[in-house]
């Protein structure tokens, strides 16, 4: 007599998906009942499918036209599409695209090793430097994720009182990302360092 289900299928992994908007209108969060990410491993940023040598699943992803960019944090994906597609279409086909492939246990990620967040390496760091990744993980980090994307520290010019930052995610070509630097970000930095930061810039928008 036929049970219906065979014995792997007792230890299947079922993924659930919920989509939540952010505010880059290109962009979409996916956010699923599985840890993609280790919680001492960085995000994972995606801006093209020549940066995802470590990801079979980011590869399996740019085969999709539409796809621009892949973020994968610890339990979700941010997925930027081309201005022409409409969400409407695609976000069924990219939910089932991502439930089929976590559910079947393929690799998602081939390399980890070198991920490890750069806050693991501040021995090197001035105290300004450790001082703004502090402030960045505190209050920055929380919220950025809340819409889908990172904003990482990249480098401080004592002289000039410059903060460069990497936009990720949705983040990256986001109409909000400069208002969210200026208004957010630089008033925090300047508000906790008054004399060490003057400005905060992206090193990319």
Request: aromatic content about 10%; proline content about 5%; overall charge negative.
């Amino acid at each position: 007599m036929k049970t219906g289900y065979n014995r792997d299928q007792l230890y299947k992994t079922y993924v659930n998906i919920y989509t939540e908007g952010v505010p880059n209108p290109n962009s979409m969060k996916f956010v699923l009942n599985a840890v993609l990410l280790p919680e001492d491993l960085a995000a994972r940023d995606y801006p093209n499918v020549e940066s995802a040598t470590n990801s079979p699943f980011v590869e399996e992803f740019f085969k999709f036209s539409f796809v621009e960019r892949v973020f994968i944090a610890k339990n979700f994906i941010t997925v930027t599409k081309s201005p022409e597609a409409d969400w409407i279409e695609i976000n069924p086909v990219i939910r089932n695209f991502i439930k089929n492939y976590i559910e079947e246990g393929s690799v998602v990620f081939s390399d980890l090793e070198s991920e490890l967040e750069d806050h693991d390496h501040a021995e090197n760091d001035s105290e300004d430097v450790r001082q703004i990744k502090k402030l960045l993980e505190e209050y920055i980090k929380p919220a950025v994720e809340m819409d889908g994307g990172a904003i990482t520290f990249s480098s401080f010019d004592p002289e000039k009182g410059l903060v460069k930052l990497n936009l990720q995610g949705s983040c990256s070509g986001c109409p909000s990302s400069t208002l969210t630097l200026k208004s957010g970000i630089e008033n925090l930095l300047k508000r906790f360092m008054p004399d060490k930061v003057r400005e905060v810039v992206a090193e990319s928008l």
